[in-house]
């Protein structure tokens, strides 16, 4: 068997996102929403293309992504935050409820819902993936977003299925 293959392209034209970002830990999360503005920038968004949404907290970005989705303005949302663990179980609560609150978003708005919320258990971890050894995570999460979106758009324009045997592969 030959499976139709669909993948979306890394091309932010014409496409619009919303970037959910905490303020908490602001001296990290400022890296990793320059590193996402940057990446849409790079393959296509423009100045318009792309509102951000400030927040106190990873807490509460599940919900602003929510509102954003449900606008029906946006292509994509993306959560960005930093949540280091620390010795309390608020570590915990805080990155399960972000890391499901993301998720639900995308599966009650079919909205792609991106999360670029680094859960580490160090400064350091953290520092790493704001830029340092590891990249910088809200890059790779802005690309996520364009790639999903296009994939999304995709799938919606989807014809009836060709011919038996006969292999599709999409890149829009």
Known sequence: MQPNI??????AEGLRFAVVVSRWNEFLTSKL???ALDALSQHGAGEDAVSVFEVPGAFETPQTMLMAARTGRFDAVIGLGVVIRGETPHFDYVAG???KGI?????ETG?????GVLTTDTLEQAIN???GKAGN????AAVAAIEVANLHKQIAELEQPAEAGKVRQHVV
Do not use: D, N, T
């Open 103 to 107: 998720a639900q978003v995308g599966m």
């Open 6 to 11: 669909h993948r979306g392209r890394i091309s």
């Open 97 to 99: 409820e972000a890391a």
């Open 137 to 140: 995570k809200g890059y790779e």
């Open 33 to 35: 929403l320059s590193g």
């Open 129 to 131: 993936r704001c830029g």
């Open 111 to 115: 909205i792609p819902s991106i999360f």
